[in-house]
């Protein structure tokens, strides 16, 4: 995982999260690493703040944070839950 990730703190990564964008391409993975770091850096107190954030109760109780658009080269959803101790990334799936 790159670098810049590892470093955030208020962050943790399920294996399930580290296989799914390990498979990423390198630009997908630019583009999931910066919509991560905005969401940490800008949004941790209160990520449900952040457009791109929604609450999926169907899915089992876990947030989506939207990465890309429809139709678009990137076209990928970050799914994570929050807990006291911060954020934990779940999954990354196209």
């Known amino acids: 995982m790159k670098e810049r990730l590892e470093n955030l703190s208020k962050a943790s990564y399920r294996p ?13 993975q630019d583009k999931v690493d ?6 940490v850096e800008n ?6 703040n952040h457009e791109d954030v929604r609450y999926l109760p169907s899915k089992g109780e876990v ?10 080269k990137t076209d990928h959803r970050v799914f994570l839950d ?3 101790d911060g954020l934990v990334f779940l999954s990354v799936k196209h």
């Open 43 to 48: 949004y941790i107190t209160q990520p449900w």
């Open 16 to 28: 399930e999260f580290r296989e799914t964008y390990s498979e990423l391409k390198e630009q997908v």
């Open 82 to 84: 929050i807990e006291e």
């Open 34 to 39: 910066s919509a991560i770091v905005e969401l």
């Open 63 to 72: 947030w989506r944070l939207k990465v890309g658009n429809r139709g678009k």
